[in-house]
């Protein structure tokens, strides 16, 4: 999410962070999968990347892109959050509604 410009607003960066997050999640699940079936042990040779490896090094890509969500939350103003929730329809399901809706219920914020 480095190369995205700042005039973009919290709605639209939330959805990129939420997005990244979600493929990042998919592509190490993948991963996951392809790396244990595809290191298995040759006698002598050392040992296979395992599946906790994997699944190790999912969880911090994941969570690297979970923390840039936090800090976009944590940064908004109240208008932001509430503006952004607007923009969003607050659709049950939506990734990034849910998110705003969290974090105004997290304030205390009334809608």
Do not use: C, W
């Not at 480095?2 to 998919?26: G, K, Y």
């Not at 079936?37 to 969880?59: K, L, N, Q, R, Y």
């Not at 976009?72 to 959050?81: N, R, V």
Request: aromatic content about 4%.
């Amino acid at each position: 999410m480095e190369n995205v410009a700042p005039s973009l607003d919290l709605f639209t960066l939330l959805d990129i962070a939420l997005q990244e997050r979600n493929e990042a999640a998919d592509a190490f699940d993948v991963f996951k999968q392809d790396a244990v079936m595809a290191h298995a042990p040759v006698p002598g040779i050392g040992t296979a990347i395992t599946s906790d490896d994997a699944a190790e090094a999912a969880a911090q890509e994941v969570d690297g892109f979970s923390a840039q969500v936090r800090v976009l939350l944590e940064g908004a103003s109240d208008e932001e959050l509430t503006n952004a929730y607007q923009q969003s329809g607050g659709e049950v399901g939506h990734p990034v509604a849910e998110a705003l809706l969290g974090e105004i219920k997290r304030r205390g914020l009334g809608l």
